[in-house]
């Protein structure tokens, strides 16, 4: 378990850069942390390290977001906005899971049961409005 203290939002992205360096295919990164927290910050730049051509935002009214070009496509995910388990369901995860990109889900907690044993989970906290403490386990 180790501990990032980030001051920025800009700290937060490069942390995510950072961590796309010890990515490999078929990985699943689980996200949690309270609204604002800096989960979709830190997917940004993930992405970006991973050569995505688009930049990540939020996923909302599309469930997924997929970004490609890059040395692996990622699929994006938030489990805030799905409304309930049977739409979390629908979604068909396995197929994205167990695919040879690698999948980000922002509230992974929100429906635990569906994530891969294997997945890697990594938490966000806001300790004041500009400092995060984010922990990889
Ligand atoms: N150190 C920091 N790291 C990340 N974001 C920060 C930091 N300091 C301030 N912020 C601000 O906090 C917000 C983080 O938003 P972000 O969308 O990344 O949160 P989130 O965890 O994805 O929230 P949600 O649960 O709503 O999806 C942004 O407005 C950002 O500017
Ligand atoms: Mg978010």
Redesign the pocket.
């Known amino acids: 378990m180790a501990t990032f203290i ?8 490069s942390f995510g850069r950072q961590f796309a360096g010890t990515i490999k295919s078929g990985d699943v990164i689980a ?1 949690i ?12 730049g993930l992405a970006s390290a991973l050569g995505a051509t688009t930049t990540a935002t ?1 996923p909302t009214f599309t469930l997924i977001h997929e970004y490609s070009g890059g040395r692996l496509p990622i699929y994006h995910f ?1 489990f ?2 799905i409304e309930d388990r049977s739409s979390a369901e629908r979604l068909g995860l396995d197929d994205y899971f167990f695919d040879d990109g690698v999948s980000v889900i ?2 992974a907690d929100r429906f635990g049961d569906l994530i891969p044993q294997s997945a890697r989970w990594i938490s ?1 906290e ?1 300790n ?5 403490a ?1 922990t990889t386990k």
């Open positions: 980030s001051n920025s939002p800009e700290e937060t992205e996200l942390g309270d609204l604002g927290s800096g989960k979709t910050q830190f997917v940004k939020s938030d805030f906005r922002e509230w966000f806001t004041s409005e500009t400092q995060r984010i």
